[in-house]
Structure formats: C-alpha cells, structure tokens
Nanobody, 125 residues
C-alpha cells in the first residue's frame, strides 16, 4: 500500500503560479510511476501529467503543456507539480496518483491504484 498526501493548493489570480506537492508513505515509492489528475465541478477526472520512477520521462496533457512541470524527489518520496501561467480553466481539485511498476505511459484514471485526497486549486480572472 502507498499513502499519498497532497498539499500546496490555494487561490491565485490568472497568470499566477502554484506548486503542488504529493508526499508518499508506505511501501517503496521510488520505483512507481506517479501522476497528477484534476477534477472540476461537474466534470470527469482528467489526466494532467505523469512521471516515471527515474524522473526522466514525462507526459503532459495538451491543455497544460508548456505551463506545468512535473518532477520528483525519490529521496523525499515526493512528487511535485509546478503550475505557471495559471488560467481560470485550471480551477479544479488536483489529485496525486501512483501505480506499481516502472512503466509510465498510462493516462487513464483507471490505471492507477493509489490516490491522494486532493487539493483545491482556484484561479480567478
């Protein structure tokens, strides 16, 4: 089992930045792929970004490409999401997720076994 706890959400104006953190505990996390998803009110949970265990390989949703950066520090068992140039449409609850194994090319919510409780991000215009 892996327990995930997100932090760093908040309210910002459009154009601002936030950095989310996801701290993992439990079994070894350093060999797992980790991802961020988000869910806006009335919408499906959608993929944002994923990173492989090494931190060298990433995938981004088109909607955040060039603005968001995912990274990880395995020594701290923590995954980050740096969000720049935020837009009102980025408003959502952001969730951290993890899946066992080194393969990282998974962008569906159904591919992930472990989830955090979510952190709210609100971007005002």
């Amino acid at each position: 089992q892996v327990q995930l706890v997100e932090s760093g959400g908040g309210s910002v104006q459009a154009g601002g930045s936030l950095k989310l953190s996801c701290a993992a505990s439990g079994r070894t996390f350093s060999r797992d792929a980790a991802a961020w998803f988000r869910q806006a009110p009335g919408k499906e949970r959608e993929f944002v970004s994923v990173i492989d265990w090494s931190g060298l390989n990433t995938i981004y949703a088109d909607s955040v490409k060039g603005r968001f950066t995912i990274s990880r520090d395995n020594a701290k068992s923590t995954v980050y999401l740096q969000m720049n140039s935020l837009k009102p449409e980025d408003t959502a609850v952001y969730y951290c997720a993890a899946r066992s194994g080194s393969s990282y090319r998974y962008t569906s919510r159904y591919d992930y076994s472990y989830w955090g409780q979510g952190t709210q991000v609100t971007v005002s215009s």
